[in-house]
């Protein structure tokens, strides 16, 4: 996940970070909790606060990308430890309808999305309950 994301901020639970691919606005969230792989194996404060967070990232993705769908999945079969994938989907991306693992290449966001996660982080900052 580091290799191939950016990071954004820390959130009370999660590490957030922005995948490096342009294509699509893929946010991650990552609970600071090392070996949890399922959300089941969180306690149940951690399980809500995880919900928080995911409904506030994905706030700021709609807010700042405006998108046409959110996607949000926990799947975790090439990278156990748990992590929660928030992705804006546009009807004309490169991989509608289907899901957006292995399609194409990935493209770089350009200097490092600086822009993109300043845009992000303001976002979270205005998002009510503020993770």
Avoid: Y
């Amino acid at each position: 996940m580091a290799a191939d994301s950016l990071p954004i901020d820390s959130l009370e639970l999660c590490q957030l970070r922005l995948m490096n691919d342009q294509r699509f606005p893929w946010l991650l969230l990552v609970p600071a909790r090392p070996g949890t792989v399922e959300v089941l194996d969180l306690d149940a404060a951690d399980q809500m606060r995880l919900w928080d967070e995911i409904r506030v990232v994905a706030g700021a993705v709609r807010s700042v990308f405006a998108p046409d769908k959110l996607n949000i999945a926990a799947l975790g079969n090439v990278v156990p430890q748990l992590h929660v994938h928030v992705i804006g989907r546009f009807r004309n991306d490169a991989a509608w309808p289907a899901p957006v693992w292995g399609v194409g290449t990935p493209e770089p966001w350009p200097d490092g999305a600086k822009d993109e996660i300043e845009r992000l982080r303001r976002a979270l900052q205005q998002t009510p309950d503020h993770a």
